[in-house]
């Protein structure tokens, strides 16, 4: 083991030194040209295939068509939000407060990425690392490795057109470990952990800062209101894009009882079918006690075999919805089952769908997102006041609108920060802000101090001094 640290010692000296020279020579056009051979790197599409389909092939977990448009979409929507953003240089002037403020790189980042999104991940962490000025390393999970490694192929290809310094993205040596990454973790200068909830404790916990990201476990509310065919609709494009491996994926719909019968016939005619026996899908999704391995992530047709449900489900079912009623640890339904696999509760209003709402939040997923369809405005409010999340997707495929999409405003990430609720410091879209840090040049300006009179004139007025 002391061979192989020395290797990624090696490989963190050559980081940081040609992030050193990368910020000396730096410039706008050269960090928004590498971020830019990134993006074509996995966007062209003979490669974004070949990765797809290494990525299907070594870690067994989603599909290669919904792979493909990942890689594309998201990478396409990052470089699209970052081509404005100024990360060099001066960024804001500001006269009347004196302050000037200059974007500085953090220097070698350190990312952890996970097996579901062996390519789209990492191609995310690194555009935004080097649009600020960063170098970086890579962590991927183990079977994620043979994905990370083409990818770094193409990107260090794309580099020598550009005479750019292939030390700036590297990655951890083959065969990754525990204890390499606590290493990477805590010799880089910023944490980027996204993955497994094990991942994240010890990014967080290392002694290095770090931006990490919480548990998904999305939970959708259709009320009296909602367009059921298109709620149907959207759910099931959303759940089963890339066999649900994504933390953005529905885990749960809680329909209210008005509508409930109805929208469980929308669901089939969009390819939902529900399967009564929950206690039988239970013994067949967690073999002993484990989420079963046929049925994490895979095609819907190996996902039925898994189950045993070939004679009970009709053809062409694209996923199952499994009634339920219970929350909790004693209840493996109300959390993340990272497949095709949906908890479908009823509820006698929208007030106690919420109520079930909040409580599978707490449970699992806390800070995350949850989902509308709905017509009712009051209703947006309403969850995003009481229910412990970061994002309430209203009346779209929670999956694609979560981690930006082009018709909503969010900043296209595959990394999602669960703020406080779910253990992290950001509850933002991980981005491109979070490769930066800025130094501030503060400079006097006339006085601006305030009178008693100005600040409490009105507290006096109310309760006395």
Not at 198 to 204: K, S, T
Not at 378 to 400: C, G, K, W, Y
Request: aromatic letters at 4%; hydrophobic letters at 40%.
């Amino acid at each position: 083991m002391t061979d192989d640290l020395s290797e990624l010692d090696a490989i963190l000296d050559r980081a940081r030194a040609a992030q050193a020279a990368y910020e000396a020579g730096g410039s706008q056009e050269r960090y928004d040209r590498a971020a830019q051979a990134v993006g074509w790197a996995i966007m062209e599409p003979s490669r974004n295939r070949e990765l797809a389909e290494l990525a299907v092939q070594t870690t067994g977990l989603g599909n290669v068509p919904d792979k493909i448009t990942k890689n594309h979409r998201k990478t396409l929507g990052l470089l699209r939000d970052i081509s404005d953003a100024k990360t060099f240089g001066v960024i804001s002037d500001d006269a009347a407060t004196g302050i000037t403020e200059i974007a500085r790189p953090m220097g070698v980042i350190g990312a952890i990425v996970p097996s579901t999104n062996p390519a789209a991940t990492p191609a995310n962490n690194i555009i935004n690392a080097l649009k600020c000025g960063n170098s970086i390393v890579v962590a991927p999970s183990p079977k994620g490795v043979p994905s990370c490694e083409r990818l770094l192929e193409f990107i260090h290809a794309e580099f020598a057109k550009i005479g750019e310094d292939p030390d700036l993205v590297q990655m951890v040596p083959a065969p990754g470990s525990k204890a390499k990454t606590q290493r990477l973790m805590e010799a880089c200068d910023k944490i980027v952990a996204t993955g497994s909830q094990n991942n994240v404790h010890r990014a967080q916990t290392c002694g290095t800062p770090a931006v990490a990201v919480g548990a998904g476990n999305v939970t959708v509310i259709v009320d009296e209101t909602a367009d059921l065919d298109a709620a149907a609709e959207k759910i099931r494009a959303s759940k089963t894009f890339d066999n649900a491996t994504s933390c953005s994926s529905e885990n749960a719909v809680v329909v209210v009882d008005a509508v409930y019968d109805a929208f469980v016939d929308a669901m089939a005619r969009a390819g939902g079918a529900v399967v009564e026996d929950e206690a039988a899908i239970v013994a067949k999704l967690w073999p002993h006690g484990h989420l079963n391995r046929e049925v994490i992530a895979q095609d819907a047709d190996k996902m039925i075999a898994a189950l045993e449900l070939q004679d009970v489900v009709p053809a062409g079912t694209d996923y199952i919805a499994v009634p339920t009623s219970g929350i909790g640890p004693d209840h493996p339904l109300s959390g993340e089952k990272l497949s095709r696999v949906l908890a479908l509760y009823r509820a006698k209003d929208f007030d106690a769908a919420v109520e079930t709402t909040d409580a599978i939040q707490r449970y699992q997923g806390a800070g995350h997102s949850v989902g509308l369809h709905s017509t009712n405005p009051d209703r947006e409010m309403q969850l995003a006041t009481t229910i412990p999340t970061s994002r309430v997707i209203v009346n779209q495929a929670h999956t694609f609108a979560t981690g930006g999409a082009f018709t909503n405003g969010m900043p296209f990430s595959l990394s999602m920060g669960c703020g406080a609720w779910g253990g992290n410091a950001v509850n933002e879209n991980v981005h491109w802000k979070h490769f930066m840090q800025t130094t501030k040049i503060v400079r006097e300006i006339p006085a601006r101090e305030p009178s008693l009179e100005d600040i409490f004139a009105d507290y006096w007025q109310e309760a006395g001094k």
